[in-house]
Nanobody, 125 residues
Framework: VQLQASGGGLVQAGESLRVSCVAS????????VAWFRQTPGKEREFVGGISWSTTRTEYADSVKGRSTISKDNARNTVYLQMNSAKPEDTAVYYC???????????????????WGQGTEVTVSS
Protein backbone atom coordinates (compact mmCIF):
# COMPACT_ATOMS: atom_id res chain seq x y z
CA VAL A 1 0.00 0.00 0.00
CA GLN A 2 1.32 3.41 -0.95
CA LEU A 3 -0.05 6.81 -0.07
CA GLN A 4 0.97 9.90 -1.99
CA ALA A 5 0.09 13.28 -0.52
CA SER A 6 0.22 16.44 -2.58
CA GLY A 7 -1.27 19.89 -2.93
CA GLY A 8 0.53 21.80 -0.23
CA GLY A 9 1.90 25.26 -0.72
CA LEU A 10 1.55 28.84 0.41
CA VAL A 11 -1.87 30.41 0.99
CA GLN A 12 -2.96 33.64 2.61
CA ALA A 13 -4.93 33.61 5.82
CA GLY A 14 -8.62 33.40 5.04
CA GLU A 15 -8.10 31.57 1.77
CA SER A 16 -8.82 27.93 1.05
CA LEU A 17 -6.44 25.07 0.59
CA ARG A 18 -6.85 21.53 -0.61
CA VAL A 19 -4.49 18.63 -0.19
CA SER A 20 -4.88 15.24 -1.83
CA CYS A 21 -3.91 11.70 -0.98
CA VAL A 22 -3.77 9.01 -3.63
CA ALA A 23 -3.91 5.45 -2.36
CA SER A 24 -2.53 2.62 -4.43
CA UNK A 25 -1.91 -1.07 -3.96
CA UNK A 26 -5.02 -1.75 -1.94
CA UNK A 27 -7.85 -3.76 -3.47
CA UNK A 28 -10.28 -3.66 -0.56
CA UNK A 29 -12.34 -0.52 -0.07
CA UNK A 30 -13.10 -1.27 3.56
CA UNK A 31 -10.61 1.00 5.26
CA UNK A 32 -10.13 4.50 6.55
CA VAL A 33 -7.88 7.36 5.55
CA ALA A 34 -6.92 9.99 8.08
CA TRP A 35 -5.14 13.30 7.85
CA PHE A 36 -2.62 14.38 10.44
CA ARG A 37 -0.41 17.43 10.62
CA GLN A 38 2.82 18.18 12.38
CA THR A 39 4.93 21.20 13.16
CA PRO A 40 8.55 21.12 14.38
CA GLY A 41 8.84 20.05 17.99
CA LYS A 42 5.23 18.97 18.28
CA GLU A 43 3.47 15.66 18.10
CA ARG A 44 1.53 14.62 15.05
CA GLU A 45 -2.00 15.98 15.38
CA PHE A 46 -5.20 14.41 14.05
CA VAL A 47 -6.99 16.66 11.58
CA GLY A 48 -9.75 14.41 10.30
CA GLY A 49 -10.54 11.20 8.52
CA ILE A 50 -13.00 9.32 6.39
CA SER A 51 -14.23 5.78 6.24
CA TRP A 52 -13.96 4.67 2.64
CA SER A 53 -16.91 2.31 2.77
CA THR A 54 -19.36 4.35 4.86
CA THR A 55 -18.05 7.86 4.03
CA ARG A 56 -18.38 8.70 7.71
CA THR A 57 -16.08 11.58 8.60
CA GLU A 58 -14.58 12.95 11.77
CA TYR A 59 -12.77 16.22 12.36
CA ALA A 60 -10.62 17.73 15.03
CA ASP A 61 -12.24 20.62 16.85
CA SER A 62 -9.56 22.95 15.49
CA VAL A 63 -10.77 22.44 11.90
CA LYS A 64 -14.39 21.41 12.34
CA GLY A 65 -16.84 23.60 10.48
CA ARG A 66 -14.30 24.86 7.98
CA SER A 67 -12.92 21.60 6.64
CA THR A 68 -14.30 18.85 4.45
CA ILE A 69 -12.79 15.46 3.77
CA SER A 70 -14.09 13.70 0.69
CA LYS A 71 -13.09 10.86 -1.59
CA ASP A 72 -13.08 10.04 -5.27
CA ASN A 73 -13.52 6.34 -5.79
CA ALA A 74 -12.47 6.40 -9.41
CA ARG A 75 -9.19 8.11 -8.55
CA ASN A 76 -8.60 6.33 -5.23
CA THR A 77 -8.06 9.79 -3.81
CA VAL A 78 -9.02 11.43 -0.56
CA TYR A 79 -9.16 15.21 -0.30
CA LEU A 80 -8.88 17.58 2.61
CA GLN A 81 -10.43 20.94 1.81
CA MET A 82 -9.83 23.62 4.41
CA ASN A 83 -11.51 27.01 4.21
CA SER A 84 -10.73 30.18 6.13
CA ALA A 85 -7.15 29.05 6.60
CA LYS A 86 -5.32 30.33 9.67
CA PRO A 87 -1.60 30.76 10.32
CA GLU A 88 -1.89 28.02 12.94
CA ASP A 89 -2.84 25.62 10.14
CA THR A 90 0.75 25.85 8.94
CA ALA A 91 2.21 22.35 9.13
CA VAL A 92 3.26 19.31 7.17
CA TYR A 93 0.13 17.35 6.36
CA TYR A 94 0.23 13.56 6.24
CA CYS A 95 -2.34 11.04 5.12
CA UNK A 96 -2.43 7.66 6.76
CA UNK A 97 -4.22 4.34 6.55
CA UNK A 98 -4.38 1.43 8.98
CA UNK A 99 -3.28 -2.13 8.33
CA UNK A 100 -5.38 -4.10 5.90
CA UNK A 101 -8.40 -5.49 7.70
CA UNK A 102 -8.62 -2.59 10.15
CA UNK A 103 -11.24 0.02 9.37
CA UNK A 104 -11.48 1.96 12.60
CA UNK A 105 -11.32 5.72 12.26
CA UNK A 106 -8.90 6.59 15.04
CA UNK A 107 -7.51 9.91 16.19
CA UNK A 108 -4.23 8.34 17.29
CA UNK A 109 -1.28 8.16 14.89
CA UNK A 110 -0.20 4.85 16.38
CA UNK A 111 -3.36 3.30 14.93
CA UNK A 112 -2.04 3.83 11.42
CA UNK A 113 0.50 1.73 9.58
CA UNK A 114 0.78 3.31 6.13
CA TRP A 115 1.81 6.94 5.77
CA GLY A 116 2.22 9.32 2.90
CA GLN A 117 5.38 11.36 2.63
CA GLY A 118 3.73 14.60 3.77
CA THR A 119 2.96 17.83 1.99
CA GLU A 120 3.86 21.20 3.47
CA VAL A 121 1.24 23.88 3.93
CA THR A 122 2.12 27.43 4.91
CA VAL A 123 -0.56 29.97 5.79
CA SER A 124 0.73 33.51 5.89
CA SER A 125 -0.93 36.22 7.93
Amino acid sequence: VQLQASGGGLVQAGESLRVSCVASGRTSRDYTVAWFRQTPGKEREFVGGISWSTTRTEYADSVKGRSTISKDNARNTVYLQMNSAKPEDTAVYYCAAPRIGVNTLSRYPTSYYYWGQGTEVTVSS
